[in-house]
């Protein structure tokens, strides 16, 4: 059984940054694909940002330029570093793992962390 631990999450003013953390109990590098997902309140989970085996990167419209994914083979962690962040990416975010070579779908995800919780207030 894989498990994943996302931690960074917290409370920041708008334009602020947070870099969110998933350590993983495998290799990542023999996962085909990682990514973070988040949940609004009230509303279904929704894909992030995505990183395939060979580095290729995925986001979704209202995070490109502002959203960073990036991964640590060596010490299985993948990362989100969030710039300028706005009052809409208030949510539960997820880091999810899969070994289906479809990165480019954000379904038929295999493992999910427990998620951490990003508010961005003034």
């Known amino acids: 059984q894989v498990q994943l631990a996302e931690s960074g999450g917290g409370s920041v003013q708008p334009g602020g940054s947070l870099r969110l953390s998933c350590l993983v109990s495998?290799?990542?590098?023999?996962?085909?694909?990682m990514s973070w997902f988040r949940r609004h309140p009230g509303k279904e989970r929704e894909g992030v940002a995505s990183?395939?085996?060979?580095?290729?990167?995925r986001y979704v419209d209202a995070v490109k330029g502002r959203f960073t994914i990036s991964k640590d083979n060596a010490k299985n962690t993948l990362y989100l570093q969030m710039d300028d962040l706005k009052p809409e990416d208030t949510a539960m975010y997820y880091c999810?793992?899969?070994?289906?070579?479809?990165?480019?779908?954000?379904?038929?995800?295999?493992?999910w962390g427990q998620g951490t919780q990003v508010t961005v207030s003034s």
């Open positions: 495998a290799y990542i590098d023999r996962i085909y694909c």
């Open positions: 990183i395939d085996d060979e580095g290729a990167k």
């Open positions: 999810a793992a899969k070994w289906r070579p479809n990165c480019g779908s954000w379904h038929d995800y295999d493992y």
